[in-house]
């Protein structure tokens, strides 16, 4: 089967500008979640989506945003970007039956600049 | 907010020592994974743990849980240089099974085994 997938995988964007970016599960996994990775706060958990509704939300200003398609790939949002935004951008697949004790699979993120 | 914190920092061992890493957290939790990440790159996952398991083995790892002492350690036997990584452990909370399950991750050991 072929991994998570995420594009793009690297993005240069400046202030004030808005971003999306895409995630496309394992086949077969329904359940799609985000994360942020920086060096000052590591990784933070951004929001999870399964059956194509938010089902958990991260502790991030209402400019991040997402959404799941009926295929089960995800795209997240941020608009009006600001320089602490810059990261890495984790996305990762569950089947989403197990009750949260499953493992998750990430893809090799999206490095986003913003300058 | 940061679940998890790994100890140490920052591993430096050579070629056919062991490595070991702990992790602690905070809060009740349903489950115990350790991921390991190279270079900022996306995350493999290593290995789960219930929290009604004690411990357990995948190839040259052995993960223990204490519960009552809300803490993990991972063991890496007879280290190679590939294993040169950064290595991270990451919770569900107790309260957040099933469908809204997200993985709360510590700060990581960044692990450098010397050939």
């Known amino acids: 089967k072929a991994g998570v997938t995420q594009t793009p995988r690297y993005l240069i964007k400046t202030r004030g500008q808005q971003v999306t970016l895409s995630c496309s599960p394992i086949s077969g996994h329904r359940s799609v979640s985000w994360y942020q990775q920086t060096p000052g706060q590591g990784l933070q958990f951004l929001f999870k989506?399964?059956?194509?509704?938010?089902?958990n939300k991260g502790n991030f200003p209402g400019r991040f945003s997402g959404r799941q398609f009926s295929n089960s790939r995800s795209e997240m949002n941020v608009s009006t970007l600001e320089l602490g935004d810059s990261a890495l951008y984790l996305c990762?697949?569950?089947?989403?039956?197990?009750?949260?004790?499953?493992?998750?699979?990430f893809g090799p993120g999206t490095r986003l600049l913003v300058l | 907010s940061q679940q998890g914190e790994e100890d140490p920092q920052a591993l430096s061992i050579q070629e056919g020592e062991n490595a070991t890493m702990n992790c602690s957290y905070k809060t009740s939790i349903n489950n115990l994974q350790w991921y390991r990440q190279n270079s900022g790159r996306g995350l493999v996952h290593l290995i789960l743990i219930r929290s009604n398991e004690r411990e357990k083995h995948s190839g040259r790892l052995r993960v223990t849980l204490d519960t009552s002492k809300k803490s993990s350690s991972l063991l890496i036997t007879a280290s190679r240089a590939a294993d040169t990584a950064s290595y991270f452990c990451a919770t569900v909370p107790m309260n957040y099974g099933g469908s809204q399950g997200n993985l709360i991750f510590g700060k990581g050991t960044k692990l450098s085994v010397k050939p």
């Open positions: 990762a697949s569950s089947l989403g039956t197990s009750g949260g004790a499953e493992t998750q699979y």
């Open positions: 989506y399964f059956s194509e509704t938010q089902r």
